[in-house]
T-cell receptor, first 119, second 112 residues
Framework: GAVVSQHPSWVICKSGTSVKIECRSL??????MFWYRQFPKQSLMLMAT?????????EQGVEKDKFLINHASLTLSTLTVTSAHPEDSSFYIC???????????????FGAGSRLTVL | DAKTTQPTSMDCAEGRAANLPCNHS???????VYWYRQIHSQGPQYIIH???NNETNEMASLIITEDRKSSTLILPHATLRDTAVYYC?????????????FGKGITLSVRP
């Protein structure tokens, strides 16, 4: 089946540093990937849509200069949290849709998530 | 996207069927019903989806009412590992950039 790998699964960093999270589709190509953020006891909140070869589309209220997204290939999207602060501590989850639609209409495969803690 | 309404939580006994309801009274004709679940501290997992016919796969069954205003996800023999938050989402199937928006979902607790 379709697998999406996220790395790292957890990361601790100091305030002011930048952290990069990778999202890879392992056995399928994904022209579009999505990045979500989830705070404790809350639902997933869509941050941005990552498009291969073009600029990401950010949801309202999400700072594009703070959350840099790069989708350089059909199997890799990266999210960089720049100048991280404690309030950026969260669970970041990516998802991808099989470009050939083999999984079914609009079915997304999610990564296991990356837990970021900013000290 | 059509809005969905789910109870906040429910529980069931291990080995029994878990029936998770979802209301989507404003669903449009071209919108599908999707179910995902999220086990604690993991990414969401796709379960099943359907348009108007009932669907079944190795994980669950999806029963959609004839007027499509509500649906029920059925886990036929719930196990402790089925304890999770279950999300019912209504969305069109087409569109390369179509996105899934998650509500609060229903927390299912399976008790021994």
């Amino acid at each position: 089946g379709a697998v999406v790998s996220q790395h790292p699964s957890w990361v601790i960093c100091k305030s002011g540093t930048s952290v990069k999270i990778e999202c890879r589709s392992l056995d399928f190509q994904a022209t579009t990937m999505f990045w979500y953020r989830q705070f404790p006891k809350q639902s997933l909140m869509l941050m941005a849509t990552s498009n291969e070869g073009s600029k990401a589309t950010y949801e309202q209220g999400v700072e594009k200069d703070k959350f840099l997204i790069n989708h350089a290939s059909l199997t890799l999207s990266t999210l960089t949290v720049t100048s991280a602060h404690p309030e950026d501590s969260s669970f970041y989850i990516c998802s991808a849709r099989d470009s050939k639609g083999r999984l079914g209409a609009n079915v997304l495969t999610f990564g296991a998530g990356s837990r970021l803690t900013v000290l | 996207d059509a809005k969905t309404t789910q109870p906040t939580s429910m529980d069931c006994a291990e080995g029994r069927a878990a029936n998770l309801p979802c209301n989507h009274s404003t669903i449009s004709g071209n919108e599908y019903v999707y179910w995902y679940r999220q086990i604690h501290s993991q990414g969401p997992q796709y379960i099943i989806h359907g348009l108007k016919n009932n669907e079944t796969n190795e994980m669950a069954s999806l029963i959609i009412t004839e007027d499509r205003k509500s649906s029920t996800l059925i886990l036929p023999h719930a196990t402790l590992r089925d304890t999770a938050v279950y999300y019912c989402i209504v969305r069109v199937a087409t569109g390369a950039n179509s996105k899934l928006t998650f509500g609060k979902g229903i927390t299912l607790s399976v008790r021994p």
